[in-house]
């Protein structure tokens, strides 16, 4: 299995552009996981989805963010417009079926956005 | 509130034994997990306790006390390439939060 798929790797951009970034899960799983790092606030949950539906968005920052999974394989998380204090890691994570929550969560290799 | 407590950092010798604690402040209370980050690179999995006791998975065990809302990692025969954070996550009436990770440096 490839893994978790994230997509671009890497994003420099200017403030008050549209950001979008890309997860591809692990195929068969059902949860699918958006999250924030960075060194002042550390690893922080966005939003989750579980078969396509939104869990629970209360970590979604402000309404310049959105998520969206139209499909098992593939979910979104646009940021408009995007602001420099946006900039972080952003993790795309997804876990199998019948495992609720923290366990078993298996990382992307995460999108480093740069907003100048 | 919710919140989880970890030390920040944490330092020890090869080859010895080294426990990360994890103590938690949440309502509705499911599982507590552990996950390795190594810098640049993404969190993985390590192990998962829902009920009391210890895990054993090789080198590393996880111990966890419900009535206590304390848990622990042990990491045994300490090797360089276990120098990384180590982050506790709990599940909490449908809310997922991280510890804010303890970064363990590893001394030959």
């Known amino acids: 299995d490839a893994g978790v798929i994230q997509s671009p790797r890497h994003e420099v951009t200017e403030m008050g552009q549209e950001v979008t970034l890309r997860c591809k899960p692990i195929?068969?799983?059902?949860?699918l996981f958006w999250y924030r790092q960075t060194m002042m606030r550390g690893l922080e949950l966005l939003i989750y989805?579980?078969?396509?539906?939104?869990?629970?968005d209360s970590g979604m920052p402000e309404d310049r963010f959105s998520a969206k999974m139209p499909n098992a394989s593939f979910s979104t998380l646009k940021i408009q417009p995007s602001e420099p204090r946006d900039s972080a890691v952003y993790f795309c994570?997804?876990?199998?079926?019948?495992?609720?929550?923290?366990?078993?969560?298996?990382f992307g290799p995460g999108t480093r956005l740069l907003v100048l | 509130g919710q919140s989880l407590e970890q030390p920040s950092e944490v330092t020890a010798v090869e080859g010895a034994i080294v426990q990360i604690n994890c103590t938690y402040q949440t309502s509705g209370f499911y599982g507590l997990s552990w996950y390795q980050q190594h810098d640049g690179g993404a969190p993985t999995f390590l192990s998962y306790n829902a009920l009391d006791g210890l895990e054993e998975t090789g080198r590393f065990s996880s111990f966890l006390s419900r009535s206590d809302s304390y848990g622990y990692l042990l990491l045994q025969e300490l090797q360089m390439k276990d120098s990384a954070s180590y982050f506790c996550a709990v599940l909490s009436a449908s809310k997922i939060i991280f510890g804010s990770g303890t970064r363990l440096s590893i001394r030959p």
């Open positions: 989805f579980n078969n396509n539906v939104p869990i629970d």
């Open positions: 195929s068969g799983h059902d949860y």
């Open positions: 994570a997804s876990s199998p079926p019948g495992r609720v929550g923290v366990e078993t969560q298996y």
